[in-house]
């Protein structure tokens, strides 16, 4: 069956940093591959995706690749806000299932 | 503004309770779903249902019953909860449950005592 399995966190920055957070995944066929992020209490929203390999998805300057040779999609960003503080979610789509199966979400801290 | 909403925003419940969950989406979707989210656990998907009609059900226990009356709507009845059903209760809707993108309301947090 599909997984995906992200980067245990917490992942603890300070502002401005660099950010990687990792997720590799398993599925049969081709899944497109999602980020969403959860801010506290609230639910999970979309922050970028990717339908194919070597697609790059790009939001609020957040970057992620479809690799399919590592079968990865690392979230990156350049530069860290206090703002960016939240769990991040890596998920894909099987067109066989029609479902979307998710990580077990990386909680990000970035301080001042 | 995700355009789907969910109410209560909160719950508390004995083991005896009966309670619903409801959930709106005013996007215009025909695909609706219901998540659990627990803590250090990934997200469980428990329903799926596309044009009212259920298409997925996860082996989730007989005492979650949902009910969706019209593409709009979506409704989690409760009754005899476990405490270990304590969790966060997210609701999506998607235009289509065709590999489309996810809109997730802000979700009920349920405690079960």
């Known amino acids: 069956g599909n997984s995906v399995t992200q980067m245990e966190g917490p992942v603890t920055l300070s502002e401005e940093a660099f950010l990687t957070i990792n997720c590799t995944y398993t599925a049969t066929g081709y899944p497109s591959l999602f980020w969403y992020v959860q801010y506290p209490g609230e639910g999970l929203q979309l922050l970028l995706k990717a339908t194919k390999a070597d697609d790059k998805g790009s939001n609020k300057g957040f970057e992620a690749t479809y690799r399919k040779e590592t079968t990865s999609f690392h979230l990156e960003k350049g530069s860290v806000q206090v703002s960016d503080s939240a769990v991040y979610f890596c998920a894909l789509s099987d067109i066989r299932y029609s479902t979307l199966t998710f990580g077990k979400g990386t909680m990000l801290l970035v301080s001042p | 503004e995700t355009g789907v909403t969910q109410t209560p925003r909160h719950l508390v419940m004995g083991m005896t309770n009966k309670k619903s969950l409801k959930c709106e989406q005013h996007l215009g979707h025909n695909a609706m779903y219901w998540y659990k989210q627990s803590a250090k656990k990934p997200l469980e998907l428990m329903f799926v249902y596309s044009l009212e009609e259920r298409v997925e059900n996860n082996s989730v226990p007989s005492r979650f019953s949902p009910e969706c009356p019209n593409s709009s709507h979506l409704f989690l009845h409760l009754h005899t909860l476990q405490p270990e059903d304590s969790a966060l209760y997210l609701c999506?809707?998607?235009?289509?449950?065709?590999?489309?993108?996810?809109?997730f309301g802000p979700g009920t947090r349920l405690l079960v005592l």
């Open positions: 999506a809707s998607s235009l289509d449950r065709e590999l489309e993108t996810q809109y």
